[in-house]
């Protein structure tokens, strides 16, 4: 038997872990077609067939399990080695790739981003903004950033950013003069609103807390947007009243374009947190990112 390159038996190991040729293609940096040519190799040389593939999935056979169980704590070696070499340089080098939702992509990270990639030139950062839920490892990311509700279980999560963040409810003045403003929740029925449509799909209820009381409701809505501009924009033309990020409406707040209605039910949360899978083996650029955000915390 020929010699097997070291690069195929790699590819074998991240379409093994991720299930699918596309999102082990993204997280290598190549073509799809060009891993299905690798394990067509690998596979003519080991006269074994590694995979099951259809249309939806990509599943081991038994010999493919059988090889993923020998051959990745070898490759973690091979790879931990690397590290450990990387290490001894002055600056991590490589590549970093983050999945974050917008509000984090606008407000969050870029005061974060620009300091860090200062300080470590070697690395080259990859954002993508999605408001949706991802699976980042089998999206090709190797870490993303979500608010509590949003982790998984087996992930680190590490604090990112502002720890405590605040839902406001707001409206322009013409609106209010004409309408008239909200005191509770359930007045919120009897105006004009204007909605968010998330990534998913999903228009979500307006939650609110003061106190023990809480209430849940899906106001009627004038407008509904996937973008928070049309909905801020829309707002102060005093089209409806809007709920969203205070971040979103700052501007607009301290221009006197909008004003905040129903004050004692702000409802505040916790701030984002950066995750990724467990794993003692972290890529050098993650780890030198993890470090980074622990080492400089958001100003209070």
Known sequence: MSQIPLADLDAFVTIARVKSFRAAAKLRGVSASALSEAMRRLEGRLDLRL???????????????????????????????????????????????????????????????????????????????????VDVLAEGFDAGIRYEEALHQDMIAVPIGPRRQ??????????????????HPRDLMRHRCILHRFASGHVLPWAFERGEEKVSLMPPACLISESNEVEQHAAAAGLGIVCTFEEFLAPALASGALQVVMPDWIQTFSGPFLYYPSRTLMPAPLRAFVDFVKAHPWPE
């Open 51 to 133: 995979f099951n593939r259809t249309t939806r999935s990509v599943t081991l056979t038994d010999a493919g399990a059988r090889l993923l169980e020998r051959l990745a704590p070898a490759l973690a070696e091979v790879e931990a080695a690397i590290d450990g070499v990387n290490s001894l340089r002055d600056r991590p080098v490589g590549r970093l790739r983050l999945n974050v939702p917008g509000i984090v992509a606008r407000f969050v990270l870029p005061p974060i981003a620009t300091p860090f990639l200062k300080a470590y030139p070697g690395i080259t950062l990859e954002v993508a903004s999605n408001d949706a839920l």
């Open 166 to 183: 605040r839902f406001v409810v707001a409206a322009a003045p013409a609106y209010i003069e004409a309408h008239g403003a909200p005191e």
